[in-house]
């Protein structure tokens, strides 16, 4: 392989072929590795039949049949990118390098054709995109009556050719004619509000309230949340771009609509059953300001691995039993590489946890068991590119017919199905201190925990489903408080 260049001025794919593909550890590996995250989520029974599915599902064959520098390809799925409803299944549409030269803007519920680069493709001043952006606010604020208003079709579909020019759109920016004045507030309004003045199918929707605050909402199939997060993390460190051209840019366009009384009828039922998910979502922020990564590493722990065992040890002193939880590592060290499960739910985070709060175990013994679930944290993490989840997954889409589902013993067993259910969903979001990110539970039982480790302070978006009267995410919230301090004061 030929020497990569060393350069202080990278371009974003110039090492694309220097990336080796993900290898496909032995199966005996994943399965070993998976049987030991089983260990302190089953009851014994449940353990013993897991065995003998695992190992059936080794002896008869099955299982084999089925058997450096960072990847940018999601950059390339960053810009005029869409996510189509389809049946059975969505699909993903994009053109790289996109052609594009225009936003879409939805103001009031009006979506307008923006146009931001020039006719050569080439970058404009900020002055010239305000200039666009006032045009339509005055456009839309000066309209007579009602019937030079367009439905809030941003809730459904429309007419082909303007569905065509929001899709091919380098990204969606919602100008609200409203502002909030509490963070968590701002928090669900950048989330959804009431699901109007919003294009959800885009892959990036930049989201403005008149008092200044702005929020990101990202579809996240086409790609992971760090490489859109460091976009936006450059983005609000960067002002008025270099070489940017005063060049005249055409009018905004009013894109105008066909509809129905019966899509009438749709949009009205869609801002009901929208505003329903809506309200069944119950987010709430932390910030926690008593220490940071600087105090973390000077006790000798991993940031990330301390805040895994917080979040473990928080929920089991709220419900007394560990569950399944989830945490994302990147794979984008192999070509084309996304993400690959931590399980953080470990033999040693369990120890850890249900022996914490015992005022018959002495300090230094808690502190031992502390730092041994660190240091398991840690090497699953490490071993998280040949780690249990994909390759299982990988496994079980091949299988095709109902034969093979029926022998496919590990995945029929209930094992699989309680050690996959993520009661606790959780990723490190830790690129700056600008913003704040945050994403939903997976099951309707459980929570979905973004954090943000900054080098004074913790800060968690914390999220639930109203509807289930198992979780609440203000308690858990509370305990997460008690938790952080509690290890602080031991490890002091």
């Excluded at 449940?46 to 065995?51: G, H, P, V």
Aim: proline residues 4%; glycine residues 4%; negative net charge.
């Amino acid at each position: 392989m030929e020497k990569m260049e060393e350069s202080n001025n990278i371009k974003t794919f110039s090492k694309q072929n220097y990336i080796p593909r993900q290898p496909i550890p032995t199966l005996h590996e994943t399965l070993d590795r998976y049987k030991k995250t089983l260990i302190p989520l089953l009851s014994t029974e449940e353990y013993n039949n897991a065995i003998i599915a695992v190992d059936e599902f080794m002896k008869n064959g099955i299982g084999e049949i089925l058997q450096g520098p960072l990847c940018m390809n999601q950059y390339k799925r960053q810009f005029g990118v869409s996510r189509i409803p389809d049946f059975p299944v969505d699909r993903i549409i994009t053109t790289w390098p996109s052609i594009a030269k225009h936003i879409i803007v939805i103001y009031k519920d009006q979506i307008f054709k923006v146009q931001v680069l020039g006719e050569r493709g080439e970058r404009v001043s900020i002055d010239s995109i305000k200039r666009q952006l006032h045009l339509l606010i005055e456009r839309v604020n000066n309209y007579n009556n009602n019937s030079e208003l367009q439905p809030p079709i941003g809730l459904l579909t429309g007419e082909h050719l303007n569905l065509e020019t929001i899709d091919n759109a380098l990204f969606v920016v919602a100008l609200d004619d409203y502002s909030v004045d509490k963070d968590i507030s701002h928090h669900n309004s950048f989330h959804a509000f009431n699901g109007r003045n919003r294009w959800f199918d885009k892959s990036i929707q930049i989201i403005l309230q008149n008092n200044g605050q702005a929020g990101v909402n990202c579809e996240h199939t086409p790609s992971d949340a760090v490489a859109s997060g460091l976009i936006f993390n450059d983005i609000v460190s960067k002002c008025d771009p270099p070489n940017s051209t005063s060049t005249s840019l055409p009018t905004p366009q009013h894109l105008n609509w066909v509809i129905d009384n019966t899509i009438n009828d749709i949009i009205h039922s869609a801002q009901i059953n929208i505003q329903n998910a809506i309200d069944n979502v119950d987010i709430v922020l932390l910030y926690y300001h008593e220490y940071g990564s600087n105090w973390l590493k000077s006790v000798k722990y991993s940031p990330d691995a301390f805040v895994q065992m917080a979040i473990q040890l928080a929920y089991y002193r709220q419900y007394g039993e560990p569950c399944a939880t989830y945490e994302s590592a990147s794979t984008r060290g192999f070509l084309h590489g996304r993400t690959e499960t931590v399980r953080s739910c470990s033999i040693d985070s369990l120890a850890f946890t249900k022996d914490f709060d015992d005022k018959d175990i002495k300090k230094e013994k808690k502190i031992e068991l502390f730092t041994t679930a660190i240091k398991s944290h840690i090497e699953y993490m490490i071993a998280a590119v040949n780690g249990v989840d994909r390759h299982l997954l990988g496994l079980r889409t091949q299988l095709q017919s109902d034969k093979e589902k029926e022998n496919a013993s590990l995945f029929n067993d209930l094992s699989y199905q309680k050690s996959s259910y993520y009661k606790l969903s959780t990723s490190n979001m830790s690129l700056g201190v600008k913003f704040i990110c945050g994403f939903g539970a997976v099951v309707p039982d459980g929570y979905g925990v973004c954090y943000m480790i900054n080098s004074d302070k913790l800060r968690f978006s914390i999220s639930s489903y109203k509807k289930c009267k198992e979780t609440d995410s203000v308690i858990f919230r509370k305990t997460l408080i008690k938790t952080l301090d509690d290890l602080r004061e031991i490890l002091s």
